[in-house]
Nanobody, 123 residues
Framework: QVQLVESGGGLVQAGGSLRLSCAAS????????MGWFRQAPGKAREFVST????????EYADSLKGRSTISRDNAKNTVYLHMNMLKPEDTAVYYC????????????????WGQGTQVTVSS
């Protein structure tokens, strides 16, 4: 059974930083592209970032480009999202997701999802 468990969310002031983690089990982690998405209340789930199997290829949403870094540790079956200079509009539930094949930016392309971790940025 595949499980993705996010952690690291919380309440932070604008301008602050957070590092989200997603621990995976039940799959051969190194064979999966990993992605981060977020969903704010009343809005659709949106792409944040994605990373290829070996970590050599990454993509970021324009809204977080330059303020975030995605990375992975295949030995620990974990993917990370480090976010800096957080803004109130970054407030959302952040989800990690896994898929085979190439990196993708659409939620529908991902097979497995975590339960999410809440990030709240106060002004």
């Amino acid at each position: 059974q595949v499980q993705l468990v996010e952690s690291g969310g919380g309440l932070v002031q604008a301008g602050g930083s957070l590092r989200l983690s997603c621990a995976a089990s039940g799959l051969t982690f190194r064979n999966y592209v990993m992605g981060w998405f977020r969903q704010a209340p009343g809005k659709a789930r949106e792409f944040v970032s994605t990373i290829s199997w070996g970590g050599g290829n990454t993509e970021y949403a324009d809204s977080l480009k330059g303020r975030s870094t995605i990375s992975r540790d295949n030995a620990k079956n974990t993917v990370y999202l480090h976010m800096n200079m957080l803004k109130p509009e970054d407030t959302a539930v952040y989800y990690c997701a896994a898929r085979r094949a190439r990196i993708g930016v659409r939620p529908s392309e991902y097979e497995y999802w975590g339960q999410g971790t809440q990030v709240t940025v106060s002004s």
